[in-house]
T-cell receptor
Framework: GENVEQHPSTLSVQEGDSAVIKCTYS??????FPWYKQELGKGPQLIID?????GEKKDQRIAVTLNKTAKHFSLHITETQPEDSAVYFC????????????FGTGTRLQVTL | DAGVIQSPRHEVTEMGQEVTLRCKPI?????LFWYRQTMMRGLELLIY????????DSGMPEDRFSAKMPNASFSTLKIQPSEPRDSAVYFC?????????????FGSGTQLSVL
């Protein structure tokens, strides 16, 4: 089955700096890669996703890049703010849908003032 | 819409007791998922339903776990008998489904502690 590895497990940045979280996947047939943000005491929330036919996608301060050859994808957050502090999960699916998502182990991002 | 609603938020029980977790998906969503979150294993898919029918239960750890969806607005996850290693946060999520509707909407979870 699919295996998704995520690094780093914790990340601390100063407000205004950029944060990068990286994930690798094992199944070359995976074609859908979402990112979820989980705030304390809440369930994960989708923040951005990308399909295998696209190399990069951007939404305001958040961007995701995908390298199919290397089987890795990354989340980039620019101009970080305290409200970006949360746990971020990457995931991969070969079905193109959310029905068989395999999640990474999560990255705890702390944005300090 | 109020989003996915789970109850209870917290459950503390003793080993051997039956535990029932409840979920109300977003109205109109065709898919319902049960996930378990632990520090060691992260987010694991236990089972998912499409139009109230269980599609894939390969993630259910043991026969002690069972899930039902009697109608489009209600699902339960039952553990009987419960064991300390079942302690985790259990999330319910729903989605519209289909290739263009992959977004999962998660509930706030049930924190289960089995003593």
């Amino acid at each position: 089955g699919e295996n998704v590895e995520q690094h780093p497990s914790t990340l601390s940045v100063q407000e205004g700096d950029s944060a990068v979280i990286k994930c690798t996947y094992s199944d070359s047939a995976s074609n859908y890669f979402p990112w979820y943000k989980q705030e304390l005491g809440k369930g994960p929330q989708l923040i951005i996703d990308i399909r295998s036919n696209v190399g990069e996608k951007k939404d305001q301060r958040i961007a995701v890049t995908l390298n199919k050859t290397a089987k890795h994808f990354s989340l980039h957050i620019t101009e970080t703010q305290p409200e970006d502090s949360a746990v971020y999960f990457c995931a991969a699916s070969r079905t193109g849908t959310a029905s068989k998502l395999t999640f990474g182990t999560g990255t705890r991002l702390q944005v300090t003032l | 819409d109020a989003g996915v609603i789970q109850s209870p938020r917290h459950e503390v029980t003793e080993m051997g007791q039956e535990v029932t977790l409840r979920c109300k998906p977003i109205s109109g969503h065709d898919y319902l998922f049960w996930y378990r979150q632990t520090m060691m294993r992260g987010l694991e898919l236990l089972i998912y339903f499409n139009n109230n029918v269980p599609i894939d239960d390969s993630g259910m750890p043991e026969d002690r776990f069972s899930a039902k969806m009697p109608n489009a607005s209600f699902s339960t996850l039952k553990i009987q008998p419960s064991e300390p290693r079942d302690s985790a946060v259990y999330f319910c999520a729903s989605s519209l489904g289909g290739a263009a509707n992959e977004k999962l909407f998660f509930g706030s979870g049930t924190q289960l502690s089995v003593l």
